[in-house]
């Protein structure tokens, strides 16, 4: 079992967090937001193989369909490694039921993550390859080039945000983003950028979470209404961010990885390999249940996308938070 440290804090002004107030003590009721549970996928190959979908999903359109059925969250992780494009954010509102929510994962560029140039629209790549590389950082590119590839972001998104089913746009930070004043500021100014749209925040430096930087982070997240992004994940890595649940928003959001041996590999199958078993998901529910006291709307989703892993966990998962009286949001008829 891995231990799970929940802060003992809630949220004050502004839907901030303040660490040591109940929600009682801040003029809140003691009562559970709704609780939102899905995956990080729905077009996985190995999930297709494993038989989790129904034999006449057997299309893109089908898939998304049964899916939301199954679930009212889910969490695009595609638009990391390409802008979106408009028609097919429109395709997504359409084949999902009012009430559908799509997290979707930010540009790799945005949160300077190396970007392949051919990952940029035709007509940006020659101005994103003028270093003459292959992959580029945010440092590497003219700030126009930058602006045009949130431009075109952001108005991909026009369908989800339009039908009310955009939820939160995911930045990831990369490991080589320590702690810091201008790794602050550039956080503020990507919530900025997104604005009106809301962004939550998940960090791959240990150095924001360590003992001593744990409350400045959270209160700095908290000072501008940035929802992080608690995780869970294997512990002992560069890498590694300690499973703290904090509600800084009135949004909370949990990202499941996972406890894979192969965390460093290059395989996606092997890194988010790993199925979370019974105890480990009744200790999750309560701790979730904990969690939503905190926040109006929780966000639970797993990425331990290996054949139907993530998903199974959802499902179970979403079963123990009914038992302990959470609401958990039901998917919308009519997918």
């Not at 990952?119 to 580029?136: M, N, Q, T, Y």
């Amino acid at each position: 079992m891995n231990d799970v440290s929940c802060i003992p804090a809630a949220r004050g002004v502004g839907g901030a967090r303040a660490r040591g107030f109940t929600a009682a003590q801040r003029g809140r009721s003691v009562s559970m937001g709704e609780v939102r549970v899905g995956t990080a996928s729905w077009t996985d190959r190995t999930l297709i193989e494993a038989g989790w979908y129904p034999p006449e999903a057997n299309n893109p359109e089908k898939r998304l369909r049964y899916y939301a059925r199954q679930f009212p969250l889910v969490e695009v992780d595609a638009t990391y490694y390409a802008l979106p494009a408009e028609q097919t954010a429109r395709a997504w509102a359409e084949r999902t039921p009012p009430g559908f929510t799509f997290n979707i994962k930010a540009f790799s560029l945005f949160t300077q993550h190396p970007t392949p140039v051919r990952a940029f629209p035709a007509d940006l790549r020659e101005a994103a390859g003028s270093a003459g590389k292959d992959r580029v950082y945010l440092k590497d590119v003219d700030p126009a080039v930058a602006e045009a590839a949130w431009d075109r972001f952001l108005a991909a998104l026009g369908p989800l945000r339009d039908a009310g089913k955009l939820g939160a746009i995911l930045l990831q930070f990369p490991p080589w983003f320590p702690i810091g004043r201008a790794r602050r500021e550039y956080i503020l100014a990507c919530a900025q950028r997104a604005a009106p749209d809301r962004v939550c925040v998940e960090f791959r430096n240990r150095t924001w979470m360590t003992e001593d930087n744990q409350a400045e982070t959270l209160g700095f997240l908290a000072g501008h209404r940035l929802p992080y992004v608690c995780v869970d994940m294997p512990q002992g890595y560069p890498s590694s961010i300690p499973p703290v649940l904090a509600a800084t928003s009135d949004l909370a959001v949990i990202r499941m990885h996972g406890h894979s041996d192969k965390w460093t590999s290059k395989e996606i199958s092997e890194k988010f390999g790993y199925r979370y078993s019974d105890a480990e998901l009744d200790d999750w529910a309560g701790r979730i249940r904990g969690l939503s006291a905190d926040a109006d709307l929780t966000h639970v989703l797993f990425n331990n996308c290996y054949r139907d892993w993530a998903h199974v966990n959802a499902q179970q998962l979403t079963a123990r938070l009914t038992g302990l009286g959470v609401r958990p949001a039901a998917p919308a008829p009519g997918a």
